[in-house]
């Protein structure tokens, strides 16, 4: 009595397929787009995020400048007070070695200041609304506002800060 080989009878018929078919290759490919396109999706994404980072980085550091410039003026205080559609020009005489009136300082400073915001940020603008104190020695308060529109958005973005002087 003959045993038969557990390897013959384990052997494909010759005939059989080897590889992928045409279908499966579609499909992988198919897959493989997708999952490509949610990677374009993402990086988009990514560098809109950025961009919006950015640009509220600046308006921080334009807030702290107007900040620092009016805490450098304080005789100026009134002066700092402008709102976005305001055009501030500046006085020449504050850039001579003999200076300027604190007014005419504060106007100066405004100008460059929303000059750099209107270069810098899209579409942006800056504002400060001043209180004065109404008993002398109280300090006064300063509100700054910047805003700037963002790509694909309807409503303008802003930053706003607080601080008194």
Avoid at 47 to 76: E, K, M, P
Wanted: some cysteine; glycine content about 8%.
């Amino acid at each position: 009595m003959m045993l038969r080989s557990k390897r013959c009878a384990a052997r494909q018929p010759t005939g059989a397929q080897r590889g992928f078919t045409m279908v499966e290759v579609l499909v992988a490919l198919v897959v493989l787009a997708i999952g490509l396109l949610g990677i374009a999706a993402l990086y988009m994404d990514s560098l809109r995020a950025g961009r919006s980072a950015i640009y509220r980085t600046q308006a921080v550091n334009f807030g702290a400048d107007v900040a620092d410039r009016i805490r450098a003026n304080r005789l100026g205080l009134g002066g700092y007070a402008t709102l976005f559609d305001d055009v501030v020009i500046f006085d020449p005489a504050c850039e001579t070695v003999a200076g300027c009136a604190p007014v005419a300082m504060a106007a100066t400073d405004l100008s460059r200041w929303k000059d750099a915001i209107a270069a810098l940020l899209p579409e942006g603008q800056g504002q400060v609304a001043v209180t004065l104190p109404a008993v002398a020695g109280d300090p006064a308060l300063y509100v700054v506002t910047i805003r700037w529109t963002e790509l694909g958005q309807d409503v303008p973005a802003q930053f706003q800060l607080r601080f008194e002087t």
